[in-house]
Nanobody
Framework: QVQLVESGGGLVQAGGSLRLSCAAS????????VGWFRQAPGKERQFVAA????????YYADSVKGQFTISRDNAKNTVYLQMNSLRSEDTAVYYC?????????????????WGQGTQVTVSS
């Protein structure tokens, strides 16, 4: 069983930055594909970014390309989401998810483990 804990959310002004962290309870976290999703009030969950296992190739939703950066520190069993130039439409609860199997990176059903989420609020 993998436990994921997100942190780093908060209230930020438009144009500001935040870095989210997703810490895992397993030392083999480097072997997991990790994704970030977000869900705004009244909207469906949306794929944001994912990172492959080990070397960590990144993948992004078109809406965040050039704005967000996903990375991983395998020594710390942690995946990060650096969010820059934040806009009000980025306001959502952000979730990290992990999977040990291959699947469609942008689909929530591809992931077996989820964190509890962290709130990101961007004020305009």
């Amino acid at each position: 069983q993998v436990q994921l804990v997100e942190s780093g959310g908060g209230l930020v002004q438009a144009g500001g930055s935040l870095r989210l962290s997703c810490a895992a309870s397993v030392r083999t976290f480097s072997s997991y594909i990790v994704g970030w999703f977000r869900q705004a009030p009244g909207k469906e969950r949306q794929f944001v970014a994912a990172i492959s296992r080990y070397s960590g190739s990144p993948y992004y939703a078109d809406s965040v390309k050039g704005q967000f950066t996903i990375s991983r520190d395998n020594a710390k069993n942690t995946v990060y989401l650096q969010m820059n130039s934040l806009r009000s439409e980025d306001t959502a609860v952000y979730y990290c998810a992990a999977s040990s199997r291959l699947g469609m990176l942008n689909r929530g059903t591809s992931y077996d483990y989820w964190g509890q989420g962290t709130q990101v609020t961007v004020s305009s």
